[in-house]
């Protein structure tokens, strides 16, 4: 994953390209995340052992994870973007992320994104699309905010508890290069 961008300080808040030795920070806060089973696919989150995995994998070295610390240099957020393999999609990545509950409605979520976004354009990246739950309003407003748009609903998506809920379709086309 070695990335041309390296380090941003924003705040309180560092934002830093996710090296091999943050595995468990990375697995600590899917498993949080994954542990509210409102927002992300996962209901418990991956081991260090297997976020390492998926990152030596080779279908993963193109892929953008960026993680945000903060002044105690603890992680607290991150966001992964990750490009297609098939030649046809190499210009298209997936978007996920999420920010522990203690820093939310901070304004992390939105800072993270924008730098996300530009590392995606600066490596070539024409297009980035995400899946979001329908009740997930936060996610929505802060992809909307950052220049996503809805491109499609699957209706009742999603089951779990007895609830159903759809997941809404987003992307976002490099701005720069939206008349090709
Ligand atoms: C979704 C998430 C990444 C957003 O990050 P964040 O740091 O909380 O968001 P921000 O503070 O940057 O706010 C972004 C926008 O969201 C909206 N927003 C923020 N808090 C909100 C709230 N409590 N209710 C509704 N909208 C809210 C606002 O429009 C805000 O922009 P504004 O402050 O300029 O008006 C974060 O809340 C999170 O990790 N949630 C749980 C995991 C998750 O949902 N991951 C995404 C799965 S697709």
Redesign the pocket.
């Known amino acids: 994953m070695s990335t041309p961008w390296g380090c941003f300080m924003m705040g309180e808040m560092t934002i830093k390209r996710a090296e091999p030795d943050d595995e468990v920070s990375m697995a600590q806060m899917l498993d949080v995340?994954a542990r509210?089973e409102?927002?992300?696919g996962l209901l418990v989150g991956p081991t260090p052992d297997e976020v390492r995995a998926y990152w030596e994998q080779p279908t993963s070295q193109n892929n953008i994870v960026l993680i945000a610390f903060d002044d105690d240099d603890q992680a607290i957020?991150w966001v992964n973007i990750d490009p297609g393999n098939l030649e046809i999609f190499r210009h298209v990545a997936g978007l996920?992320?999420?920010?522990?509950?203690a820093?939310?409605?901070?304004?992390?979520?939105?800072?993270?994104?924008n730098v996300a976004m530009d590392a995606a354009w600066d490596l070539g990246i024409e297009r980035i699309e995400?899946?979001?739950?329908a009740s997930?309003?936060?996610?929505i407003?802060?992809?909307?905010?950052v220049g996503f748009v809805l491109e499609g609903v699957e209706r009742q998506a999603r089951f779990l508890h007895g609830n159903w809920d759809d997941i809404t379709n987003m992307a976002i086309l490099n701005p720069d290069h939206m008349d090709k």
């Open positions: 995340v509210e409102k927002y992300i957020g996920g992320m999420g920010i522990l509950p820093h939310r409605g901070k304004g992390l979520g939105t800072r993270l994104m995400l899946r979001v739950y997930n309003i936060r996610a407003k802060l992809y909307e905010k």
